[in-house]
């Protein structure tokens, strides 16, 4: 399993101190963040894109590439790339480009975002929202897999003998994952095409989760990937640590009811009972991530861990970073026993380009 850390980028204030970062303290913040990720043995880092304030994160390749340069294993990841207002040229220029600077270490997460007035400030319309998801990301496969692409299709100009560079590196494009939280849209496209489906599950309860997760993996087997428990999946979490319980609820209580994601609703107790929402002592977390299996109808490939934003300051974020990298190798452990062997770990770039020269290797079936 690959186990790492996500964000969304948000500026908030801290209700205990009352002090909100400039925007310049979030980002460099955030690259901080992804070195000790990167120090303390985690697997992934990854970033959300958002175009509207309390944001900042508007361009995540040039984040990444910044961290590419700054760490030396740390899989390069968003937590949403907006496959429905960006360009498809653009993401396969990106991100290819961040793909060879990053030697590898990247992969993405597709998502339509959560941002309403975002559509027409790239002159879309939000009620194409899934529409815009299949087309753009049907147009961005085919530039990462043909050299030279014909097209023609509802949502941008044509495209005549077009070619997008840099090409992927090893002719391996990065893996994708299709990020969604209630569309099963989503889960049927990532099935279609065998990709990664990501669950972000902060806000919604483990039965609700489970059903999209089973409809992905279903589907997955439907299109001939493999069988239902080896479909890619990937799952969130929001965590607090402290060495005891007592502490670790007394001291996250203020971030919870300050949030505009978390305050005003259920109460932490509730959220926590509900969601994918962990606070507690370093036990009480891996308990129940590894009771995630559960979320995921089986074992799974990737667990993010959401420890920033809601206006936690740096100084928690890295603490809690830190006691992610003595809890990670006993999840390692512990989701190790019993996963079959036929079961995939998450795809890398090394994974992909070794299942690539194996196919190339194999002498093509005679079709009579």
Known sequence: MQFGIFGVGDVGRDPLSGRTPTERDR?????????????????????????????????????????????????????????????????????????????????????????????????????????????????????????????EGRFRTPLQGFTATPRPMDDVPPFVWHASIRSPEIAEQAAYYGDGFFHNNLFWPKEHVRQLVDLYRGRFEHYGHGRADQAFVGLAAHVFVR?????????????????????????????????????????????????????????????????????????????????????????????AVGRPAHVPDAPTHASLAAAAQEKAARPEEDPR
């Not at 880092?45 to 984040?63: D, I, K, M, R, W």
């Not at 919870?256 to 109460?267: E, K, L, Q, T, V």
């Not at 799974?300 to 830190?322: A, C, H, S």
């Open 27 to 151: 980002l460099k913040a955030l690259v901080e963040y992804a070195e000790l990720a990167d120090e303390v043995g985690l697997d992934v880092f990854a970033t959300g894109e958002h175009h509207n304030p309390p944001f900042v994160v508007s361009s995540p390749t040039t984040l990444l590439g910044h961290i590419a340069a700054r760490t030396r294993k740390l899989l390069l990841s968003t937590s949403t790339t907006l496959i429905t207002t960006n360009d498809p040229v653009k993401i396969a220029e990106d991100y290819a480009m961040l793909q060879h600077l990053a030697d590898g270490r990247v992969d993405l997460m597709l998502g339509r975002g959560n941002t309403g007035p975002v559509y027409p400030w790239f002159g879309q319309d939000i009620r194409d929202g899934i529409a815009l998801a299949v087309e753009n990301y049907a147009l961005l496969r085919r530039l990462w897999r043909e050299d030279v692409v014909d097209w």
């Open 243 to 335: 060495k005891n319980s007592q502490d670790a609820v007394r001291e996250f209580r203020a971030y919870f009811d300050a949030s505009s994601a978390y305050g005003n609703g259920p109460s932490l107790e509730d959220t926590m009972a509900r969601t994918a929402v962990v606070v507690g002592s370093p036990q009480e977390v891996i308990e129940r991530v590894l009771a995630y299996r559960e979320h995921a109808g089986g074992d799974y490939q990737r667990q993010l861990f959401n420890v920033d934003g809601i206006g936690v300051p740096r100084e928690t974020v890295l603490e809690q970073i830190e006691l992610l990298g003595e809890i990670v190798p006993v999840l390692r452990k512990e989701f």
